[in-house]
């Protein structure tokens, strides 16, 4: 599977930004999919999930800022940003093939591209 994530970048704080991802599989209608982000020296971590149906998660820092999307006719998965904090810097990845463990945990076990680099200024 090859992912193309874009529309990183950098904005102020209190800014938006719109990260998409195109998977060439031909299986992304059947797949949950979802947004990660590792900051510099820390663990990856889950942004936003949506179920095959449709269903959403998000991490805890989240707090309604962010909005995970789906187009399966584009085989791509969408995250809009809005209210950014500096702490919110952080390459996003996403994955298409994940696993929901239990509740709101999720298992990334698909491959994860290259990533976008999202950067956040005070």
């Known amino acids: 599977v090859q992912l193309q994530a874009s529309g990183g970048g950098l904005v102020q704080a209190g800014g938006s930004l719109r990260l998409s991802c195109a998977a060439s599989?031909?299986?992304?209608?059947?797949?949950?999919v979802g947004w990660y982000r590792q900051a510099p020296g820390k663990q990856r971590l889950l942004v936003a999930a949506i179920s095959s149906a449709g269903n959403t998660d998000y991490g805890d820092f989240v707090q309604g800022r962010f909005t995970i999307s789906r187009d399966n006719g584009k085989n791509t998965v969408y995250l809009q940003m809005n209210s950014l904090k500096p702490e919110d810097t952080a390459v996003y990845y996403c994955?298409?093939?994940?696993?929901?463990?239990?509740?709101?945990?999720?298992?990334?076990?698909?491959?994860w591209g290259q990533g976008t680099l999202v950067t956040v200024s005070s």
């Open positions: 599989q031909t299986t992304f209608t059947t797949q949950h």
């Open positions: 994955n298409t093939d994940l696993v929901k463990v239990y509740a709101d945990m999720w298992f990334a076990r698909g491959s």
